[in-house]
DNA sequence: ATAAACCCTATAGTAACTATAGGGTCAAGT
DNA sequence: ACTTGACCCTATAGTTACTATAGGGTTTAT
């Protein structure tokens, strides 16, 4: 298939394929005559590899190692499970910021009474203090 | 006081001060004779506001309105809370797939006993499908 | 007089894309 | 045969909020 197909079977845009395989994260697809890419099924596994780690928010760094790893598929697992732990942490420590910024902003809402003007306006007092 | 002050009292650094004074976010300082910017106090409460608006994550295009409207008092403040609001409504959807991501990578690194090879390992299964 | 510590502008780099300019390919219709 | 439209190509610039660098000037202390 060609690589608008491609993109519509993935959900990923174009642009974004073609940027996925000039960092190395996709291996470089068939031509045809006229210097059209050609994917096969495999090349749309890879690609789905891709985008379910990206749904993860793993880097594209990360990405590139985890498929590193899955093509030496007799050594070791802990690098992967490493990865991942980490990807975790990264993951609750955002949601800690989350959660703290969440707090600040409800309370600021909480104390606005819509029907003031800026100068008596609660949400900027406590921006500014 | 100089930059590399304001900068100390501030906990900013020099140059995202001076990326703040590019994109209108403070107002333009004095300068010296050798062309050295001099601030007042009244420059760091509008640094001081800046940054406790960027600790919320609001963009430098929002702070930028927040900054016009605090400096016109006697209108209503309702578009203020209408900017809270939305960046509450932002933090929220945030917090959502920031779940949905914690639970899909806990489960995974469940599924990981370190002892395995990479063949057989669940979290690379995972990716997979 | 000179060295260290500070300041200046302008520009490039970061992540993960998106968008654009300026072109080539291919199949269908006239 | 020719043109239209849908598709494809590469290369480059833009996005956000900074950070880092190059290549200079200023101030202060010795």
Redesign the pocket.
Not at 31 to 37: A, D, L, M
Not at 57 to 62: A, E, G
């Given at each position: 298939?060609?690589?608008?197909?491609?993109?519509k079977t993935s959900g990923?845009?174009?642009?974004?394929i073609?940027?996925?395989e000039r960092q190395g994260l996709l291996s470089d697809?068939e031509?045809?005559?006229?210097?059209?890419?050609l994917y096969s099924n495999k090349a749309l596994k890879e690609l789905e590899f891709?985008k379910h780690c990206?749904s993860l928010?793993?880097?594209?760094?990360?990405i590139k190692r985890l498929i590193e790893l899955k093509n030496k598929p007799e050594e070791s697992c802990s690098s992967v499970n490493e990865l991942i732990k980490q990807q975790l942490n990264l993951v609750n420590k955002r949601m800690k910021e989350l959660k703290a910024l969440k707090n600040e902003l409800q309370h600021m809402a909480s104390t606005c009474n819509s029907d003031n003007t800026i100068e008596g306006c609660g949400i900027i007092k406590s921006l500014d203090s």
């Open positions: 298939m060609k690589i608008g197909e491609l993109s990923c845009s174009i642009q974004t073609r940027y996925y697809p031509r045809s005559e006229g210097n059209f890419r891709v990206r928010d793993i880097s594209l760094d990360d």
